[in-house]
């Protein structure tokens, strides 16, 4: 055991929490004021769902003794006998590495509920989360994050997340669209940010929890991480200005919004290939992420399903970006673990087909599990607010709530006077 590291793995598990909250005002700032609450009860309560079911089964699941390379055994339910992670050397105790891995659960999940922001009902995404994470995600990171998982054991590359966190909540916000439906009024109706602050209070708390999330996904602290960190930070920076650069061309004017759309979509990209890809490979990933998703966020217009906040466009452009263009950038100089080299490196188109079967595996698997899981938790706990409930907003018919009550707090304060 090494305390460099451990200390260093607590630090990170940390940040990657802190994401989920930054994600709460980053999807906050960009719904209506009515439902900015009702919006960051869905990533609260992803943390407080997905962090107890992670415990009681999922992270067995994800990462216990292989079964068939489809799944791990519940040897380590309820995080008991944890003496380590089969195929992995942990230089840590095996049950931080259990919370580190139980953030990423947490923060995939929350990233679900922007597709459907405005019109969940509280209680049904709470009951979906729960199921989502036992039936689609488990599995998934057992394929690819579990050294004995059958896409791992084929050569897949997946440093952080590019398919088991990107790819895979932006196929299951497309499938949960579908079932809940477009919002009212969508797409005569625009919904505009009601506070665009705060979208970029967030994009910077996810900016810099991604740090832990891409650098510790190194597990221990030396030259891989830094590769990561670093690699994490110029990809951000290329996709911010890749998007502004697009959005300036196509409608004469850099917003705000798109800077921190164009940020988290740079982020997105380099997550499977922070530690795997040096320098300008990052950047040419951040700024093909950044044009792609500015590209990808119109076309849901066209297509007609109401993403109201981009998570196909976003997360799943981004990762399906990433993924690949690893198979083309990833060099063993970056990381000894890198078998086969990408092909600017080898000729070889060997890693590229690894990473394709990937993005095609994870796609299906999540739109397809995730379809099947909403439609039997929707027939039990209804998942879309009535039309009522939606027009009065998220903070009022599901809480009880409203963010800004100016009235009432000029109110209080005269009664404190008094």
């Not at 095996?94 to 019109?119: H, K, N």
């Not at 952080?160 to 966190?165: I, K, L, M, R």
């Amino acid at each position: 055991m090494s305390d460099a590291n451990t200390a260093w793995m607590l630090v990170c598990t940390a940040l990657v929490l802190f994401m989920t909250p930054g994600l709460a005002v980053f999807y906050g700032g960009m719904v209506r004021s009515k439902n900015v609450l009702g919006t960051a009860m869905q990533s609260l309560i992803c943390i407080g769902v997905v962090s107890l079911v992670w415990a009681f089964i999922a992270y067995s699941l994800a990462f216990g003794p292989d079964v068939g390379g489809v799944v791990g055994s519940l040897k380590f339910a309820g995080l008991e006998h944890l003496s380590g992670v089969p195929g992995l050397h942990l230089t840590f105790p095996p049950l931080l590495f259990a919370a580190f891995q139980m953030m990423f659960a947490v923060i995939t999940a929350a990233l679900i509920s922007g597709a459907g922001a405005g019109r969940l009902r509280f209680t049904g995404f709470a009951a979906f989360v729960l199921v989502w994470s036992v039936v689609v995600y488990a599995p998934l990171a057992h394929w690819v994050f579990s050294p004995h998982g059958w896409l791992a054991a084929r050569g897949v590359l997946d440093f952080a997340g590019g398919s088991v966190v990107e790819i895979n909540s932006g196929a299951s916000g497309l499938a949960l669209v579908l079932v809940i439906g477009a919002a009212r009024g969508w797409p005569r109706e625009a919904v505009a940010p009601h506070s665009l602050p705060l979208t970029v209070i967030g994009a910077g708390i996810l900016w810099f929890g991604w740090f832990g999330f891409n650098a510790g996904s190194a597990l221990s602290t030396g030259g891989v991480a830094v590769h990561a960190l670093v690699s994490t930070h110029l990809a951000a920076c290329a996709g911010m200005l890749a998007w502004l650069v697009a959005e300036r061309a196509r409608t004469g004017h850099a917003t705000t919004l798109g800077g921190a759309s164009g940020a988290v979509a740079g982020l997105v990209a380099i997550t499977p290939a922070a530690g795997y890809v040096d320098s300008l490979p990052a950047m040419l990933l951040g700024a093909v992420a950044g044009v792609a998703a500015f590209g990808a966020v119109r076309l849901k217009f066209r297509l007609g399903y109401d993403d109201t906040l981009d998570v196909v466009g976003v997360h799943y452009v981004g990762g399906f970006v990433g993924m690949l263009l690893l198979g083309i950038f990833a060099s063993h100089a970056v990381n000894p673990a890198v078998h086969h080299q990408g092909l600017a490196y080898s000729g070889s188109l060997w890693l590229l087909g690894r990473q394709a079967l990937a993005v095609v595996v994870s796609t299906t698997f999540a739109f397809t599990a995730t379809y099947v899981v909403a439609r039997l938790v929707n027939a039990v706990v209804p998942l879309r607010c009535t039309p009522e409930e939606e027009y009065d907003g998220l903070d009022q018919s599901q809480h009880a709530e409203s963010a800004y009550d100016f009235g009432l707090a000029r109110t209080t304060a005269g009664r404190i006077g008094t």
